[in-house]
């Protein structure tokens, strides 16, 4: 394997000075790109995630096409459930699709804990052959999702703004749904160090529904499941968690060990510093909606985020996922603004 080039994302993962802040974006391989929309347009999604060759195309593209500091791997959260046996459907504009959800005790019957080398072997093929690829320019991240988010989309069958099925699962059949979560997490924690040995530099989990739950349910049904991810990593590569709404618990989150937070836009940097104190790394916080601003617009607001962070302990990032109607250009202009923040 080539030495890294760029190792400005490990760097201030690590809290290591840093040079100038590194960049990179949540959804940056896809969506908002022409070339990979025209592989959308010729290949199904899991055609593209399960074909080596794709994978490492769509998680180059914004390197060469942007300028990120950093690669994430082309695949999606829902590849665990799919590998544990449920049937994953994944429709273009209408989203995630689970046909037949975990409803009672005997439908994890259907379930099992994978052996994550044999289900999942086409994840870790297409980070050898990114890394491959790569050839050291930046580091590449892995991923997976949290228990609780995963149990979301297993529970509900579907995407929603309340997932309030899956809510009720927990609270009217709570020795299931923990037996539920903790299947999730046995299968992520064998998932993601099978992603380091595959190549991935660092992890990062993604609790994209954490912040649904209250402050006393996160830690019940989400964190106590991270704390064990974290934990089981902490020897293996440095670790990222993302908790989308879930700004109550940066502290707590904080304790776990994890390298870095990943922070939403409805916080300010400031107060998330605060809360989560100063020796972890933060990730964020930009609103993907304003990369629809002027450009102008958008190089101003990038630079009052880099001065609300600070640039040590701190990875510029958005709140959340790119959107698939960000031009090209808008991308492009966070990126440069960040790197020319000297």
């Not at 504009?93 to 072997?121: M, N, S």
């Amino acid at each position: 394997m080539s030495a890294l080039k760029n190792d400005l994302l490990l760097k201030a993962l690590k809290g290591e000075t840093v040079s100038r802040t590194p960049v990179w974006m949540m959804r940056q391989a896809g969506r908002y790109l022409p070339d990979y929309i025209k592989l959308r347009d010729k290949y199904t999604f899991f055609e593209r995630c399960e074909n080596p060759e794709l994978a490492t195309e769509i998680t180059v593209m914004p390197v060469d096409q942007v300028g990120v500091d950093a690669a994430i791997i082309f695949s999606d959260i829902l590849v665990v459930p799919q590998a544990m046996g449920m049937e994953v459907q994944l429709v273009e504009k209408v989203g995630p699709l689970l046909p037949a959800p975990i409803k009672t005790a005997q439908d994890l019957q259907r379930l099992c804990v994978p052996d994550v080398q044999e289900r999942l072997h086409y994840v870790f093929d297409a980070l050898k052959l990114t890394k491959k690829t790569l050839d050291g320019r930046v580091p590449l991240i892995g991923f997976g999702g949290a228990p609780w988010t995963l149990l979301c989309y297993m529970v509900q069958g579907k995407g929603s703004k309340t997932f309030d099925e899956a809510k009720a699962f927990c609270y009217q059949q709570p020795a299931v749904a923990h037996q539920l979560l903790q299947m999730i997490t046995d299968t992520t924690i064998a998932y993601l160090k099978a992603q380091v040995s595959a190549g991935a530099d660092t992890v990062q989990v993604f609790d994209s529904w954490g912040g649904l739950l209250s402050p006393q349910d996160f830690e019940v049904f989400s964190l106590q499941y991270i704390r064990q991810i974290v934990a089981a990593m902490k020897d293996v590569c440095p670790t990222i968690v993302f908790a989308k709404g879930a700004w109550f618990a940066l502290e707590d989150m904080a304790a776990t060990g994890a390298h870095g937070l990943g922070i939403d836009w409805c916080i300010k940097p400031e107060l998330a510093r605060q809360f989560a104190g100063s020796n972890i790394t933060l990730q964020g916080n930009f609103d993907p909606a304003k990369l629809l601003a002027p450009i102008p617009e958008i190089e101003k607001a990038v630079k009052e985020m880099l001065k609300g962070f600070g640039r040590q302990r701190y990875i510029a990032n958005l709140g959340h996922g790119i959107l698939p109607n960000v031009p090209v250009d808008h991308a492009k202009a966070f990126v440069e603004t960040v790197k020319a923040h000297g």
